[in-house]
């Protein structure tokens, strides 16, 4: 009755798994598109359901909010009301057949009729209270007298079997009845059919598909039941009748929402594996952290575990190509192509990321980008001239003097229509000069300004900082 988790989320509950891979999927780790069965992102595989019983809370986790749900404001009310209304009933129709009719039966049909209703709506997912409404209550009636009539049909076998005197067949016959009787509740309930709940083809199969834990129901309904058969005694040992029967019966109405309640749920767990539809999305429930990851990423990180790196990058070049507009898909195609050190991918795609960056205005994510391509590859370079110039300029100001050399080295015979060049070389005479210490370098770069480009605007700018050099060099010499 372990649970199994996901191999990438070991705190959320899996719920596929691939049997040629050997592993474990979460929900979020693999999407089913709408009822079709997922793929191991892997091996490409149909993967196989783990069951809803995997992902679901199981009861016996969650019994103190199951003991909670007859607490509730709607059913607490309508106990209490039954109760206050039995009493009336007791003391004014008294030991009449009347009285017997209505304080007995009507009100324990009716309330039968209720625990029902709990059952049914727990197991399509609702796990608050039902409201108790005219209409909850008088559809479909039939549904406890169906109810009567197996526990009539159980007690009718067991007694013929206790006078035709075979103790053993008897005892045989009431453990079966009483092993039974829980998947009959909830085959009634699922079915509403007398015939599909005292079928012992159908009870069986409930239980085999149930599993294990359908024990452990067994025992908490056992349990249930006697402790609620021992409260009752007690109170008419110690109690007077008149308070006492009153308050045994709302014990007991307590105990059949518990037990309906529990049933009901029980049916939700394992609603994949009885064939049963659920209203709830019990997916969505059963994620504990809600990081809404994007799709097509969640393969991808799969791959990148498993080492299948070059079928991650193929993938991740596959969306970029589908949404070019997905800054995310072409993150972490470069984080991919960083770690495998593709020399040729990075300055493919990395060099276009780091133009969109900077088009987006993202100076400094682009910073980071191209300094991470720039460790593995001196030579890389991307965009245009303009996008080279801002990004040396980030570069200096950072204080990586040699990558903005490098990407600005060049620059005129690669985009020779480019008007900044001048001002761009001014950027690298500075670098050379002032990081350097290479002033007759820098004094190379102006003169090739000024030689160049004798209209420039920046020429002022060019000769003024030609004097600072000379100065300085005077000064040091
Ligand atoms: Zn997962
Ligand atoms: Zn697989």
């Known amino acids: 009755m372990a649970r199994i988790f996901c191999k990438y989320h070991p705190t959320v509950p899996a719920r596929w798994t691939c049997r040629a891979c050997g592993i474990d999927f979460c929900h979020r780790c693999m999407q089913a598109e709408g009822s079709d069965t997922p793929h ?9 359901s783990l069951g809803s019983g995997n992902v679901i809370e199981p009861f016996w986790q969650r019994l103190q909010a199951i003991f909670a749900y007859p607490l509730q404001l709607h059913p607490l009310l309508f106990m209490l009301g039954l109760t206050v209304l039995g009493v009336l009933i007791e003391s ?6 009347v009285g017997w009719l209505v304080g007995e039966i009507v009100l324990y049909v009716v309330f039968l009729k209720y625990a029902y209703v709990v059952l049914e709506r727990t197991a399509a997912g609702h796990l608050d209270a039902v409201p108790v409404t005219w209409e909850a209550i008088a ?39 009483a092993l039974l009787l829980p998947a009959s509740i909830m085959v009634l309930a699922i079915e509403h059919s007398l015939l599909s709940a005292i079928n012992p083809v159908i009870l069986l199969d409930v239980m085999r598909r149930i599993g ?4 452990l129901l067994w025992l908490f309904l056992f349990l249930l039941m006697s402790g609620s058969g ?62 809404p990851a994007i799709p097509g990423l969640r393969e991808v990180e799969i791959l990148f575990h498993e ?31 960083v770690h495998t050190r593709d020399i040729e991918g990075l300055r493919r795609h990395s060099a276009d990321y780091v133009s969109r960056l900077l088009l987006h205005g993202k100076p400094s994510e682009a910073l980071r980008v191209f300094t991470d391509a720039y460790r593995l590859d001196r030579e890389f370079k991307f965009g245009d001239a303009k996008q080279r110039h801002r990004m040396a300029e980030l570069l200096a100001n950072n204080g990586q003097d040699r990558a903005a050399l490098a990407l600005l080295n060049n620059l005129h015979r ?9 001002e761009a070389y001014l950027l690298v005479a500075r670098i050379l000069s002032e990081k350097f210490n290479q002033d007759d370098r820098a ?35």
């Open 92 to 97: 004014v129709a008294g030991r009449t057949l």
């Open 307 to 337: 080492g299948k790196l070059d079928e991650a990058k193929d993938r991740l070049l596959a969306l970029v190509t589908r949404e070019p507009g997905e800054m995310a898909y072409r993150e972490r195609l470069h984080r991919l192509l």
């Open 414 to 422: 690669d985009f020779p229509k480019y008007e900044g060049v001048p």
């Open 230 to 291: 021992e409260v009752r005694g007690m109170l008419l040992a110690y109690l007077p009748s008149a308070f006492a029967v009153p308050i045994g019966g709302l014990v007991s109405y307590y105990v059949t929402l518990v037990i309906f309640h529990l049933l009901g749920y029980t049916i939700y767990q394992y609603h994949e594996e009885l064939g049963f539809h659920v209203e709830q999305d019990f997916e969505a429930e059963a994620e504990p952290e809600a990081t």
């Open 139 to 177: 559809t479909e009636l039939e549904l406890p007298f169906k109810q009567f009539f197996i526990l009539f049909l159980i007690y009718a076998i067991n007694a013929s079997l206790a006078n035709s005197g075979h103790t053993g067949l008897l005892f045989l016959s009431m453990f079966l009845s």
């Open 212 to 215: 294990p834990p359908y024990l």
């Open 443 to 477: 004094r190379q770069v102006l003169d090739f300004i000024e030689s160049r480009y004798p209209d420039s605007p920046v020429l002022g700018e060019v000769r003024t900082y030609r004097r600072v050099i000379e100065q300085v060099t005077a000064q040091g010499g």
């Open 40 to 48: 191991c992102p892997v091996c490409h595989q149909a993967a196989e």
